[in-house]
């Protein structure tokens, strides 16, 4: 029971690996807090979590709360602080390369509203909620911050665009920097970097592609699979874990070996 009486406020908690991470958390006894902006999504992803939880003692609350939006974010962290005495673990799961209609554009390809977007996307939510968290976390001096970078800000992706290189790039380096600005108040900041994993939302694009191209992304893997949504979340559990109490600034590549 890593996470018993911690609350976990997790973004993009209704699918992916925000809500595999959820599900772990809520098995092993954490306050679930489910963030995400779509209430169909939300609700669908509160009854499975909510039997995740029951076999461990967690609890989960969903939120529907719009991650990219200062005003929503600032009221949630104050209303969770409250309810719940504080925020122990933030996990930072928006962001995406999907949110164009070429994930894989080159940057002659790319216009500048699809720059924008990426961007944005990818690193605004975390700042916005990483920047309401910090005062919060501070009051109890520890917490565990944990950022979704990808390989592709690592310049190891073939698939992605340069704008999803640039932003992921932003998360790793804002990780290790918010990780000295943190650390003399007890709080640990960390991040993941995947490689292709079959989301909901990647694994529609996946199926696109041919099966040569899916035999050479494996190919390239040494683990020759590719990654689940659990894979990644395992990581970040064990990042937000006492496990990791001495970890701090660490971007992991959870990528089978590439």
């Known amino acids: 029971m890593r996470f018993k009486n911690k609350v976990a406020l997790i973004t993009a908690a209704a699918n992916g690996i925000g809500r595999a991470t959820a599900e772990i958390m809520a098995r092993e006894g954490a306050m679930v807090i489910a963030v995400d902006n779509n ?4 609700d669908e992803a509160k009854s499975s979590l909510k039997q ?3 076999k461990g003692g967690g609890r989960v609350q969903g939120e529907l709360v719009d991650a990219l939006d200062a005003t929503q974010v600032d009221k949630l962290m104050d209303r969770i602080a409250e309810q719940h005495g504080g925020i122990d673990i933030l996990v930072n799961a928006v962001g995406g390369s999907t949110v164009i209609d ?4 080159t940057t002659e390809q790319l216009s500048f509203a699809d720059w924008q977007k990426l961007i944005a996307f990818n690193l605004d939510a975390t700042f916005l909620c990483t920047h309401a968290v910090i005062p919060v976390m501070k009051q109890k001096r520890s917490g565990k911050i944990v950022n979704l970078a990808s390989i592709a800000g690592r310049g190891l992706s073939f698939n992605s665009s340069s704008a999803y290189a640039a932003a992921k790039g932003g998360i790793i380096a804002f990780t290790r920097k918010l990780a ?7 709080i640990n900041v960390n991040a993941i970097a995947p490689s292709i994993t079959l989301t909901e939302r990647i694994r529609p694009h996946w199926d696109k592609r041919s099966q040569a191209s899916q035999a050479e992304e494996i190919e390239r893997t040494p683990l020759r699979r590719v990654a689940e949504a659990a894979d990644q979340a395992n ?5 937000a874990s006492s496990d990791a109490d001495f970890v701090t600034g660490l971007t992991i590549d959870v990528t089978g070996g590439v």
């Open 39 to 42: 209430q169909g999504r939300l």
């Open 52 to 54: 995740a939880a029951a």
């Open 102 to 105: 070429n994930p894989r554009a």
């Open 180 to 186: 000295h600005e943190l650390g003399p108040d007890g």
């Open 235 to 239: 990581v970040i559990c064990f990042l």
